[in-house]
């Protein structure tokens, strides 16, 4: 199959050099899933009329084409005989006629054939016949009928159907249809189908394949397979790839129809009609019509080149520029980075595109296709980034991909999903940029401007694991007030393990030049060595179920070389909590031994950036006492409350103040009554159970003191 695909591209590249225009019709992907092949999609059928106890006449498969008098029409009609005795078709007939009562001369096809249907047995009977070139097919009426001697006309009416306003003869894109070839059934699917353009000739290019769904071997002999234009005009096109062949039970065969159509014609809703020769080749019977697509897909090889699609808003240019493979959970994600471009003159809206990988030519996985929100129309010489992003198993290897960029368009209450370009790359992805410690990455997308950064890295301790955590910034670099681009990443250790990283996010919006302050952190066993320790940040793409958003992945991911963590500091001086600053102005300790109590005095101050938000809903401060051995200890959590915040009874507030702790615990009132010093020591607690010491200086017991730089 791809070198097919590589064949047909390198037949119509020159031709679409040379005169600069591609006009093509959507195809169904190269390789459609079995499910939608090969459910032997049987024709519709129009009604059912009883003829005898346990026998009925079935009628389905009514198509229509054009001819030089009008419309040449055929239907089947199945007999399904359920009875104990064999039935001789010969004893009936069936009538057409218009609602308005025109009555039309009707043949069959078995004139010479054997017409008895064996009970317990079902046979099809094909009837054809000629009405008017304005008939439409829910104008008509099909009649069963007996041959009956004692009524007038001789002809017993058993019954009628009506064809439906919304009767459908043809194959929809992406639909087989199974048809009866004498006493076989075949299954027939346009694979494919692609209209080059010359000065003067429309070149169809179509792929169809014939599945022998029956039981017994069927050969092709001067079949006729036609283009029918939007205007009525059949064109038939080169078979000779298909007659003489022979296709056994449940074996497959594809093959190509190619022709040439005057570029005078409609380009419109053309459709593909079998027909095969009856009565000695007198009639063409037509016994399959499909739909074809719109336009194929512009194949793409190049990276980093541009490459054009049409819609009905306007001509867009799109390249793609990189691929990623990034680990997410127990998945991968594939990541194609495009760049879509408006080079014309005139502003177009953005289009909402969709998308579709397909890996060795054979797993499909449907993109999704994320871009800017804040942008609805690219500007002449303007361009936007967007990003396709599927998930596939981390196990599986890829050595060739295909990403169909789409849209969906509505036509007729319909929803179709067109191939606009199609980019076919090797299995090799690209390195994802890699920022140095210290340095930044930039978020351009218009309306999320910013500055990433990481300010700091931090371990905190658990009973049974720990959790490393980056300290984030990003400063927002647009004029206004914005929410902040929602993030999503993993740490990934030297030796290539991976730890999804759970991201915070920011509730309210960033001022301009303000900046957000957020932790990526991840649980990891307390062996790890933290030492080599990078991390992967991209854009959150996110879908919306219901009312609630779900990560699908991340894009134009960087990979941060984290900087050294800090150790933690031996005084209890301008402590960072970044956006927060706290310094121990007093402390003193008492012990009331009768009441088995302990108290903590402290004075201290707590400064606030106002131009750094964060969200510390989960964040506490930890304020504890040890002895020099940590064999006692007693600790109390605190809230950090900003300005304007609604201050709670465990909580330290922004400004000066003074906090007592009591701690009531007549064991540890004993021990300490026979200790000299203790150390006070200020930890940041992430989430309940995991802590790191930022802070700590030790005192002696029941002295009170001032502290100072």
Do not use: C
């Not at 609602?99 to 249907?117: C, D, L, P, Q």
């Not at 606030?608 to 064999?631: F, G, R």
């Not at 615990?665 to 010491?693: F, V």
């Amino acid at each position: 199959m791809k070198n097919v695909k590589r064949s047909r591209q390198i037949k119509f590249s020159l031709l679409i050099l040379s005169i600069m225009i591609v006009f093509s019709m959507i195809a169904p992907s190269a390789i459609a899933q079995e499910s939608a092949r090969h459910e032997n999609k049987q024709p519709q059928t129009l009604g059912k009329v009883n003829i005898k106890p346990n026998v009925e006449a079935q009628i389905s498969n009514l198509i229509a084409i054009p001819s030089d008098k009008g419309k040449f029409v055929s239907f089947t009609v199945t007999i399904n005989n359920n009875s104990n005795t064999e039935l001789d078709f010969v004893d009936y007939w069936t009538s057409v006629s218009s609602k308005g009562g025109t009555e039309y001369s009707v043949s069959w096809i078995n004139a010479n054939a054997n017409n008895k249907v064996p009970a317990k047995s079902s046979k099809d009977f094909v009837f054809y016949t000629q009405v008017g070139a304005n008939i439409e097919l829910s104008d008509l009426i099909i009649k069963v009928i007996q041959w009956d001697f004692s009524v007038t006309n001789f002809k017993r009416v058993l019954g009628q159907v009506s064809v439906p306003e919304r009767y459908r003869q043809s194959a929809a894109v992406n639909e087989n249809r199974v048809i009866s070839s004498e006493d076989a059934r075949l299954s027939i699917y346009v694979e494919r189908a692609s209209i080059g353009k010359s000065d003067k000739y429309y070149r169809p290019d179509i792929r169809i394949s014939i599945k022998n769904v029956g039981k017994t071997s069927v050969v092709f002999q001067n079949y006729v397979m036609s283009i029918i234009t939007q205007d009525g005009l059949l064109y038939n096109l080169d078979v000779k790839a298909i007659n003489g062949n022979t296709i056994n039970p449940l074996a497959e065969r594809e093959f190509q129809l190619t022709g040439s159509i005057p570029i005078e014609a409609d380009p419109n809703n053309w459709k593909l009609v079998v027909m095969k020769p009856v009565n000695d080749g007198k009639v063409n019977l037509p016994v399959a019509l499909f739909d074809l697509p719109k336009r194929e897909a512009q194949q793409a090889t190049d990276l980093g080149k541009y490459y054009t699609f049409s819609t009905s808003d306007g001509t867009y240019s799109i390249r793609l520029d990189s691929l990623n493979r990034l680990p997410i959970e127990d998945q991968d994600l594939i990541v194609g980075n495009l760049t879509l471009s408006n080079l014309g003159t005139e502003v177009l809206p953005l289009p909402n595109l969709t998308g579709k990988f397909t890996f060795d030519e054979f797993v499909e996985r449907e993109a999704t296709v994320s871009s800017n929100d804040k942008i609805i129309s690219i500007s002449p010489n303007q361009s936007v980034q967007i990003q396709a992003v599927t998930k596939v198993p981390y196990t599986l290897d890829i050595g060739s991909l295909t990403l169909a960029i789409q849209q969906q368009e509505n036509t007729g209450g319909n929803t179709e999903t067109l191939d606009l370009v199609e980019f076919t790359h090797d299995g090799s992805f690209n390195d994802i940029p890699v920022i140095p410690v210290n340095g930044s990455y930039a978020i351009e997308d218009l309306g999320y401007r910013a500055e990433v950064s990481i300010r700091k890295m931090m371990t905190f301790k658990g009973s049974n694991a720990n959790i490393v955590a980056a300290q984030i910034n990003i400063k927002n670099l647009e004029k206004r007030v914005t929410n902040m681009q929602k993030l999503a990443g993993y740490f990934e250790h030297a030796s290539g393990v991976v730890y999804q990283a759970k991201i915070e996010s920011l509730g309210s919006r960033l001022q301009p030049n303000g900046t957000a302050v957020i932790y990526a952190w991840a649980t990891v066993p307390q062996t790890e060595d933290l030492n080599d320790l990078k991390l992967v940040l991209g854009k959150a793409v996110e879908q919306v179920q219901g009312t609630e958003s779900q990560l699908v992945g991340y894009v134009n991911s960087r990979t941060f070389n984290t900087p050294e963590e800090a150790p933690e500091q031996t005084n209890l001086q301008q402590i960072d909590l970044y956006p927060y600053t706290l310094t121990i102005n007093k402390i003193g300790t008492q012990l009331k031994f009768g009441e088995g109590r302990v108290v903590l005095d402290l004075t201290y101050t707590l400064d606030q950036d106002l131009l750094a938000q964060t969200n510390l809903e989960q964040h506490k401060v930890v304020i504890e006492i040890a002895d020099p051995d940590n064999e006692t200890a007693l600790e109390q959590e605190y809230s950090l409350v900003g300005v304007g915040e609604q201050a709670g009874s465990n909580s330290l507030q922004v400004g000066k103040n003074n906090l007592t702790i009591n701690w009531i615990d007549e064991a540890t009132a004993m021990r300490i009554n026979t200790l000299k010093n203790y150390s006070l020591n200020i930890y940041l607690q992430i989430q309940p159970g995991y802590k790191k010491l930022v802070a700590t200086q030790s005192f002696p017991w029941f002295v009170q003191r001032t502290l100072s730089n």
